[in-house]
């Protein structure tokens, strides 16, 4: 199998993920700056045109960071970063979609929208950005206060919810589009997770 990636928070969240699983494959690197992926030969294969993209030795291509996951985790399904089936996988699936709803895609609104990245394919609006960067800090008392009661996002188990989460953070400090307050709980957390040997390695 390949992965099409290139230095970007989302492929950074598979490449952790398949450190945690000690799974590798070949990666193939798109230069999204120089739009690489919207190529009519990268949108066959990935009508979404963003990386990662996985594509399988059949011929089949995974889009989305999570989904490509979700595939590792049935290559490799110890330990369980999806969650055991049951209540455990729903509060995964629930601080997953929280972390990237709720923190990760309003700093990717505020860094598209105020710097103009990707201003050559897309309407950038540095007002809406800066909507995004006012709103990412203060959902992230949310995850404080879950942190405070229990030793991981989801619970008691280090899960996707909790890489995601990292990656967000990391990147909106290396953007600077958004003000990260220090926060007691995710301080502690943010600590300990990423002292894993999966974060270094990405
Ligand atoms: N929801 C997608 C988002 C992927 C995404 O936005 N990737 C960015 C890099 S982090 C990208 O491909 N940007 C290129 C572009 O927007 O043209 C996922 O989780 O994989």
């Known amino acids: 199998m390949k992965l099409y990636e290139s230095p970007s928070p989302n492929a950074r969240r598979v490449h ?6 000690g799974l590798e494959c070949e990666r193939i690197e798109v230069d999204i700056r120089a739009a690489e992926n919207l190529s ?21 291509c995974i889009g989305e960071s999570v989904a490509i996951c979700r595939y590792m985790e049935s290559l490799q399904p110890e330990a369980p970063l999806f969650g055991m089936p049951g209540v455990e996988a729903a509060k995964v699936e629930m601080w ?12 990717a609104g505020a860094f598209r929208n105020i710097t103009g990245f990707f201003k050559d394919r897309e309407t950038c609006v540095a007002e809406w950005g800066r909507v995004c960067a006012e709103r990412a800090p203060k959902m992230l008392s949310m995850f404080d206060e879950q942190l405070e009661r229990t030793p991981y996002l989801a619970g008691d188990n ?16 290396m953007v600077k589009v958004v003000e990260v307050p220090d926060l007691p709980s995710i ?7 990423s002292a894993r040997s999966s974060f270094a390695a990405s």
Not at 16 to 21: L, Q, R, S, T, W
Not at 40 to 60: C, F, H, I, S, W
């Open 16 to 21: 952790i993920f398949m450190a945690e699983k």
């Open 187 to 193: 301080e502690r957390w943010y600590g300990d997770v």
């Open 158 to 173: 280090f899960s996707i919810a909790d890489i995601t989460l990292v990656v967000a953070l990391d990147f909106a400090r």
């Open 40 to 60: 009519t030969e990268y949108l066959a294969k990935n009508p979404g045109g963003r990386v990662p993209m996985l594509e399988l030795q059949d011929g089949t």
């Open 96 to 107: 997953q979609r929280r972390a990237e709803m709720n923190f990760f895609l309003e700093v």
